[in-house]
C-alpha cells in the first residue's frame, strides 16, 4: 500500500522571531525543564555578576529567592549599559535581554575572561520567565525596564537619581508555569552549595544568598582561592600533606591548581573554567590528571621508589585519596555547549600538564617525607588494584562465555528486558521470604540480604569483593563493580532498597547507599536506584483499613475518627516482616499503590563530604554532626 505524498512546500518553513526558539526549545538553552534547569536560570544570571567580578569591577553579589518564588539577583558592577544601541535603535540593555547572541564578551576588550560566552544566558532566562524586571544603576541614575514572556513592557527608563558611586545591576524573575510544568522549587542547600565553590574560585568576591521562605540567609567570603577550596573539602579527612597550590599564566591563559592526598580511598576532583563547574571535565582536567600521574612516577623511578621490574604507576593508582581543584582563566574557552559541562581548548591540556608537572615535581623533591608518603599510598592502591582485578575475574561476568551463576538466594523474574524488571534489595530472609511470594514474579526479582553489608566507606575494592552480600548483589546486577562496571550489563531497569522502618533498617540502607554511591554512581546518577516506602502503621476502624506512612498522616487520619465518634486500632510495623505476602504487595510492591524516592545526588561534592563524614574513620567529625542534630530527631527507635 503506498503512502499518500504530504503536502511540503514555503509555506511549511517557519521563522522564529526573537526569544521564540528559546520558549519552543528550552533544553537547548537551559538543558531541559526540570530542577537543574531551574537552578541553572539562576546560575546565567549570577554568572555575569561574577563576569564583572573577574573584570575587577564587582565585589559584592546578592541572590534573595522570594516569597512568590521568583528570584533577585544584585551586584556592585559596572551595571548594564542603557544607552542607545547604535544598530539596533533602542537601549543597550534591552538588545542584550531581548536578543540571542548579543552581549560585551565578544571583543575581548569590555572583559578579559568571562564565563557567559555566547550571550545567550540572561536572554534565555527573560524568554523563560513569566516575567522580569531589570533595574541598572549607572551615571547617578536608576534604569527599569519590565519583560513578560521575553517582551519588553515598554522603553527603558530613568525612575530614580542615585550617587554616581553606586553602580551595579539588580535583575528579579519568575520562571513560567507553562514552560516548567512540574512541582519542582528552589532548593536553597543546592543553590549555597554552588554559590560557595563559586566564592572559592573567586577570591575577594562576597555572595550572600537569602532565602525569604523561610528567612535563612548565608553569606560566602574566602581570601584564600582553590588552597582554602581543597582544606574545606578535606576537612573531615586524615590527609598526608599540607596543600600544595601553583598559579601561572601562560599566553594570557591564567591556571590555578590545589593538590592533597589524604588517607581516602576516593579521588574528589573539581574542574573549573572562568568559575563554571565543568562537571564533566574537558582538556583542564586531562592535563591534571596527566600530569600528576608523570610527576609521580618520574619521583618514584629517580628515588629508587619503584624497582626496575615494577610497573608504572597508573592513573588510577595516583588518584587514590587525591583531592584536587584545577581552575583556569580563558580569554576565549570552548565549551562542548551552552549549559557548559565540559571544556574543549586543545591548548589548556598542555598548558595544564605543564604549569601543574613544574611545581608539583618541584614540590615533592622540597617536601621527601610527604613525596614518600603520596608514593607509598600509590604503591599500596597498585597492589590492591591487582588483588581487585583477580577478585573481580571470580564475581563478574564478563562474558556470555564467563558468566557467573547467578545468587542462589536470588529469586529472579521471568522478564529479561532491563526497562521492564526491578530488583527489590530486602532486608533478612523472612521480609525476603514475604516478598518472594509476594511479588509480581514476571517482573520482579528479590535479593534478600542477610545481616549488614560491609561499610565500603573504610574498604578498598579487594576487601569489597571478599564479602558475601556485596558479591551477591554484584552478580545479580550484572554491571561489574570499579574499572569494570558498566550499565549495559545491568539486568534490572529499577534497583529498590526496601528495609525495616527501624535503626537497623537504617542503617542497611545508609551501608547500601555508600556502596552504590562509590562504586556504582552511574546507577544513581541514571535513575535507577530507588528506596521502597514501606507503611509505619494500619489504623483499622469499622470496616476500613488505612496504611499511613508518616506521623502526620496517622495524627491527621486519628483526628477525623475521634472527630466522628468511631472506635479504631493502630498496628505499628517496625520490620517488614510483620506484613503478610499480601499486605506487602498492596502497601510497598505494587506499582500502582507504592511509593517509591528516588535516589539522585544533587552535589556530588556534598555528597562526597557527607559519606566521608558519616561513614568514614575519623570520629570527631561525625560526633560535631549528631551533637548539632540531635535534638532535630523524630521517632527515634530504641
Known amino acids: 500500500m503506498s503512502k499518500q505524498p504530504v503536502s511540503y512546500n514555503a509555506n511549511d518553513i517557519q521563522v522564529l522571531e526573537g526569544l521564540e526558539a528559546v520558549r519552543r526549545r528550552p533544553g537547548m538553552y537551559v538543558g531541559g525543564t526540570d530542577h537543574k534547569a531551574l537552578h541553572h536560570l539562576i546560575y546565567e544570571v549570577v554568572d555575569n555578576s561574577i563576569d564583572e567580578a573577574l573584570a575587577g569591577t564587582c565585589d559584592l553579589i546578592s541572590v534573595t529567592i522570594n516569597e512568590d518564588e521568583s528570584v533577585t539577583v544584585s551586584d556592585n558592577g559596572r551595571g548594564i549599559p542603557v544607552d542607545e544601541h547604535p544598530g539596533r535603535k533602542v537601549s543597550a540593555l534591552e538588545v542584550v535581554m531581548t536578543t540571542l547572541h548579543a552581549g560585551g564578551k565578544f571583543s575581548g576588550t569590555s572583559y578579559k575572561v568571562s564565563g557567559g560566552l555566547h550571550g545567550v544566558g540572561v536572554s534565555a532566562v527573560n524568554a523563560l520567565s513569566e516575567w522580569c524586571e531589570v533595574e541598572v544603576n549607572r551615571d547617578g541614575k536608576v534604569y527599569f525596564q519590565r519583560y513578560e514572556k521575553g517582551l519588553p513592557q515598554g522603553p527603558v527608563k530613568v525612575v530614580a537619581k542615585a550617587p554616581k558611586s553606586q553602580t551595579g545591576t539588580t535583575t528579579t524573575f519568575k520562571y513560567d508555569h507553562t514552560i516548567f510544568k512540574g512541582d519542582e522549587t528552589y532548593k536553597f542547600d543546592t543553590l549555597s552549595q ?35 577550596f581543597v582544606k574545606y573539602l578535606n576537612r573531615n579527612r586524615d590527609t598526608l600533606h599540607d596543600v600544595f597550590s601553583v598559579e601561572k599564566e601562560i599566553d594570557g591563559i591564567g591556571i590555578e591548581a590545589a593538590i592533597q592526598y589524604t588517607e581516602s580511598y576516593s579521588e574528589l576532583v573539581y574542574a573549573f573554567a572562568n568559575t563554571i563547574n565543568t562537571i564533566d571535565g574537558g582538556t583542564h582536567l586531562t592535563g591534571l590528571r596527566t600530569a600528576l600521574t608523570r610527576s609521580i612516577n618520574d619521583y618514584a623511578r629517580k628515588n629508587n621508589l619503584l624497582k626496575d621490574s615494577d610497573s608504572n604507576f597508573s592513573g588510577d593508582d595516583t588518584r587514590e585519596g587525591l583531592t584536587a581543584i584545577i581552575n583556569i582563566k580563558h580569554p576565549d574557552p570552548q565549551f562542548e555547549s551552552q549549559t557548559k559541562v565540559k571544556l574543549m581548548n586543545t591548548e589548556v591540556q598542555t598548558y595544564v600538564q605543564q604549569v601543574v608537572s613544574d611545581g608539583f615535581t618541584s614540590f615533592l623533591e622540597q617536601n621527601p617525607s610527604a613525596a614518600r608518603k603520596i608514593i607509598q599510598k600509590c604503591l599500596t592502591s597498585a597492589r590492591a588494584r591487582d588483588a581487585a582485578r583477580k577478585a573481580r575475574d571470580l564475581v563478574i561476568r564478563k562474558s556470555a562465555l564467563e558468566s557467573m551463576t547467578l545468587p542462589g538466594k536470588l529469586a529472579d523474574c521471568s522478564e529479561r528486558d532491563p526497562h521492564r524488571t526491578e530488583l527489590y534489595i530486602v532486608e533478612g530472609d523472612s521480609a525476603g521470604g514475604s516478598a518472594k511470594q509476594g511479588r509480581d514474579r514476571h517482573f520482579q526479582a528479590i535479593l534478600p540480604l542477610r545481616g549488614k553489608i560491609l561499610n565500603t566507606e573504610r574498604a578498598r575494592l579487594d576487601k569489597i569483593l571478599a564479602n558475601r552480600e556485596v558479591k551477591a548483589l554484584i552478580s545479580a546486577l550484572g554491571t561489574g563493580i570499579g574499572e569494570g562496571f558498566s550499565l549495559e550489563g545491568l539486568r534490572y531497569g529499577r534497583v529498590i532498597i526496601m528495609t525495616d522502618a527501624d535503626v537497623d533498617g537504617s542503617h542497611i540502607r545508609t551501608l547500601l547507599l555508600t556502596f552504590f ?12 536506584l530507588f528506596i521502597a516506602q514501606p507503611p509505619l502503621y494500619l489504623v483499622t476502624y469499622g470496616k476500613e483499613k488505612h496504611y499511613l506512612y508518616s506521623e502526620a498522616e496517622r495524627e491527621a487520619l486519628i483526628q477525623k475518627i475521634t472527630t466522628n465518634g468511631s472506635r479504631y486500632t493502630i498496628q505499628r510495623y517496625k520490620g517488614l516482616g510483620e506484613m ?59
Open 194 to 228: 554552588r554559590f560557595r565553590e563559586m566564592a572559592f574560585i573567586t577570591r575577594g568576591v562576597t555572595i550572600r544568598l537569602e532565602d525569604k521562605r523561610n528567612n535563612t540567609q548565608f553569606t560566602y567570603y574566602f581570601e584564600g582561592g582553590v588552597s582554602s
Open 517 to 528: 554511591f562509590r562504586f556504582m554512581q552511574e546507577l544513581i546518577e541514571k535513575g535507577h
Open 580 to 638: 503478610n505476602p499480601e499486605q506487602l504487595w498492596e502497601t510497598t510492591m505494587n506499582p500502582e499503590k507504592r511509593t517509591l524516592l528516588g535516589v539522585s545526588i544533587e552535589d556530588a561534592a556534598e555528597a562526597d563530604r557527607t559519606f566521608d563524614m558519616l561513614m568514614g574513620s575519623k570520629v570527631p567529625p561525625r560526633r560535631r554532626f549528631i551533637q548539632t542534630h540531635a535534638k532535630e530527631v523524630r521517632n527515634l527507635d530504641v
